[in-house]
Every structure is written in structure tokens, then in C-alpha cells.
Nanobody, 121 residues
Framework: QVQLVESGGGLVQAGGSLRLSCAASGDIFMINDMAWYRQAPGKQRELVTSVTRGGEINYADSARGRFAISRDLFKNTMSLQMHSLKAEDTAVYYC???????????????WGQGTQVTVSS
């Protein structure tokens, strides 16, 4: 199995910055796409940003220009640098990875437990 562990969440004032990290471990053969999702209270989980194995990056409109995703293919880690945080960025942030545990296995989605980001206005 594959485990994802997020870290770096916390409380920050509006306009501040935070850096989230995600580390993947376990019986990993290969990780394809990785992504950050978030879920605010009473709302559906939404995609914030994603990065393919080849380095192609996509951002939600709400994140573009303020957030930056990065990943290390060799360490199986991913980070999210967030700047100019707003109250509406308050949510639980989840790490997601499409991973395979063998050369002939299918790529399945794995999720971290989430890390809380709270932005005070």
C-alpha cells in the first residue's frame, strides 16, 4: 500500500504565507500525477493544483498566481507554497497521488489524512 502524509498546515493571518508538504511512502513502484485538494466546511472537495510526472502543472483559478506546486520524483515528495493567503483559503488540504505498487499494476488514487489551514482575516 501507499501512505501519504501531509504537514505544514496551521493558522496564519490574511496576506501571510504557508508551505505544505506531502511525503509518499510504502510499496511504491511509480507515482504518476500528484495533486493538492482542499475542502472547506460545508463545501465539496476541490482541486487546487496538480502536477504530472512530466512536470505539467495546472492551477485552479483561485490558486493561480498565489500558490506554487513542486515535487521531487526521486524522494516521492510534493510541496505547496501558498502566498497572499485569504480567509477563503481556509480548508483542510489533502495530498493526492496516482500510484502503482508494481510494474503491471494499475494506478490508483491515494489520499493523505489532510492538514488544516486556517487564515484569519
Amino acid at each position: 500500500q501507499v501512505q501519504l502524509v501531509e504537514s505544514g498546515g496551521g493558522l496564519v493571518q490574511a496576506g501571510g504565507s504557508l508551505r505544505l508538504s506531502c511525503a509518499a511512502s510504502g510499496d511504491i513502484f511509480m507515482i504518476n500525477d500528484m495533486a493538492w485538494y482542499r475542502q472547506a466546511p460545508g463545501k465539496q472537495r476541490e482541486l487546487v493544483t496538480s502536477v504530472t510526472r512530466g512536470g505539467e502543472i495546472n492551477y485552479a483559478d483561485s490558486a493561480r498566481g498565489r500558490f506554487a506546486i513542486s515535487r521531487d520524483l526521486f524522494k516521492n515528495t510534493m510541496s505547496l507554497q501558498m502566498h497572499s493567503l485569504k480567509a477563503e483559503d481556509t480548508a483542510v488540504y489533502y495530498c493526492n497521488a496516482q500510484a502503482s505498487v508494481s510494474a503491471w499494476g494499475t494506478f490508483l488514487p491515494y489520499w493523505g489524512q489532510g492538514t488544516q489551514v486556517t487564515v484569519s482575516s
